[in-house]
């Protein structure tokens, strides 16, 4: 990933790539994948998943969706929720991107909060001219901005997965989450035609 360099005295400091480069980045990485003519499906989703895997923070992402529940689970079961959370959200990442083709991101900008979290404001204009506010959440982790959250038009996604898994845990239990969100992420899986890589 890029990164910037400073001078201090004869010191000489890195400094991370800027919050919204690292976002601008993701999307024009993803974009080209997505353009390469002739590239094998199973291919270019490996691609993607691997620049998802570069960017986004998904155990982090796993235990902000899970809440105060997080707490009440032992090693083996966060270790088995956070596999299969991480699986259904590339999943759902690989299903939802594959329409990101034609659409038209514009970056407006980026705001610190301390020194590290950020929030990058994009704009996604599809083509039927309907825009839609799509804004990045982002941790800094050692020299990288890693992403924990995106709000779609101002609904948190990782809040939504929240209030989901709330009502599921207190109505039928964890058991039963995990067994709701297996089955999701294998009609993910059927629908990106890859059933073999189910992870659950």
């Known amino acids: 990933m890029p990164t910037a360099f400073f001078v201090l005295g004869s010191i000489c400091f890195a400094s991370p790539e800027p919050p919204l480069s ?4 993701l999307v024009d ?5 997505l353009k390469i003519p002739g590239t094998p499906v199973e291919q270019r989703r490996a691609q993607l998943r691997s620049l998802a895997e570069q960017h986004l923070d998904f155990p982090v992402m796993a ?5 105060t529940h997080w707490q009440d689970l032992s090693d083996s079961q966060r270790r ?3 596999q299969l959370f991480t699986a259904f959200i590339e999943d759902a990442y690989l299903n939802r991107i594959q329409g990101y083709l034609d659409l038209k991101f514009t970056f407006v900008g980026q705001t610190l909060n301390g020194t590290n979290h ?3 404001d994009t704009y996604v204009v599809e083509t ?3 825009t839609t506010r799509l804004n990045f959440e982002l941790e800094l982790k050692g020299e990288d901005w890693r992403i924990y959250d995106v709000e779609i038009n101002g609904v948190s996604m990782i809040g939504n997965y929240r209030i989901q898994f709330e009502r599921v845990i207190n109505d039928h239990g964890f058991d039963a989450l995990i067994s709701q969100l297996g089955l999701k ?10 059933p073999t890589e189910s992870k659950q």
């Open 80 to 82: 088995d929720y956070v």
């Open 29 to 33: 990485q993803a974009t080209h994948v």
């Open 22 to 25: 690292n976002v601008q980045t």
């Open 63 to 67: 235990r902000s969706a899970l809440g």
């Open 185 to 194: 992420q294998k009609e993910l899986a059927n629908l990106l035609g890859h």
């Open 118 to 120: 950020a929030r990058v």
């Open 128 to 130: 039927n001219g309907e």
